[in-house]
């Protein structure tokens, strides 16, 4: 299996133990799946249960280990979670790494890049929209290479910070970006930067990983009427 290049495409979260179960189904309403590792190891959810499930797996899967300073729900120690991704690397087809740990964690993305991974190297505002310098910041750490996707999750606060994230995607037409919005305006944003070509969109299988976060099969039949961005 590789990782879809669907445009968008679509990932459905699993955070829990039930929702390790869904990785064996064979028709889901998603391209792909996004295990949070973090999620359910705050479940107190065994590793080798995790990995069980990743061996039987019948769809792609995102690997994101989350650290907690960006929406993450488990206390990693830096070995651990560097130590934990090498070990689950070869079962799955993509990674999430935050572009803030991109540098601590050099030896993954080696070797993801050496397996041919598709990598997602994500940033997060969570607690309030981000200024104009971050936006230069998350850009300047962002460098494209081949199979490898910027994330950006903003919350908003108005349209204007809308703007801000579908500008992302306006002014870097040839970058593979995913950008996505939080808070009040967030199901609005859905449709207006997929729309725009944002690579991913994200529901739930199991339970929302996020307040307010639809579940996959409400995305895929709202992104079915969407044009086609090409």
Not at 39 to 64: N, Y
Not at 129 to 157: C, D, M, S
């Amino acid at each position: 299996m590789t990782f879809p290049t669907t445009h968008p495409t679509i990932l459905g979260t699993v955070t829990t133990p039930a929702g390790l179960r869904l990785l064996a189904r064979k028709a889901l309403p998603a391209h792909a799946i996004e295990v949070r590792v973090d999620a359910l190891l705050a479940e107190k959810v065994p590793v080798d249960t995790i990995e069980s499930a990743l061996r039987v797996r019948r769809h792609p899967v995102l690997l994101p280990l989350r650290i907690p300073a960006e929406g993450g729900r488990y206390p990693w120690k830096l070995k651990e979670r560097r130590d934990l991704y090498l070990r689950l690397l070869p079962l799955v087809e993509a990674i999430d790494l935050e572009l803030a740990t991109a540098r601590t964690m050099s030896t993954l993305l080696d070797e993801a890049r050496r397996t041919e991974k598709t990598i997602v190297l994500s940033a997060h505002a969570i607690a309030k929209p981000p200024t104009p310098a971050q936006f230069e910041k998350w850009q300047a750490q962002f460098q494209p290479r081949p199979g490898t996707i910027l994330k950006v999750a903003a919350r908003l606060a108005s349209w204007r910070d809308l703007q801000r994230l579908a500008a992302l995607l306006v002014n870097h037409p040839a970058w593979p970006i995913a950008v996505m919005g939080l808070g009040p305006f967030a199901a609005q944003s859905r449709s207006v930067l997929t729309a725009l070509g944002s690579r991913l969109v994200y529901g739930y299988l199991d339970a929302p990983a996020a307040p307010g976060q639809p579940s996959a099969a409400e995305v895929a039949k709202s992104i079915t009427a969407l044009p086609d961005p090409g």
